[in-house]
């Protein structure tokens, strides 16, 4: 199965994802989507880390393609 990969860049970093295969999404509120909520991909390791584009993060939930997917405005 394909897995898209992780999102997460540290500050300073535009370019520099992680890259790693996405195994669980982070999620958040935002205004920029239709639903209200946002989700954003992580691999394993950057789902532990604290701050930095984890900010706002409501919950990790396991990532299922069908569901995760944000529909923008």
């Known amino acids: ?3 898209p990969n ?3 860049a540290f500050a300073g970093t535009y370019g520099h994802e992680c890259g790693k295969p996405a ?3 982070a ?3 935002t205004d920029m989507t239709k ?3 946002f989700y ?3 691999c394993d390791d950057c789902a532990k880390i604290s701050g930095g584009e984890n900010n ?3 919950r990790f939930e396991a990532f299922d393609a069908d569901k995760h997917q944000n529909h923008w405005k």
């Open 40 to 42: 954003a991909r992580r």
């Open 27 to 29: 999620v958040r509120k």
């Open 23 to 25: 195994t669980v999404v």
């Open 35 to 37: 639903s209200g909520i």
């Open 6 to 8: 992780c999102s997460f």
């Open 56 to 58: 706002g993060t409501l």
């Open 1 to 3: 199965m394909y897995l």
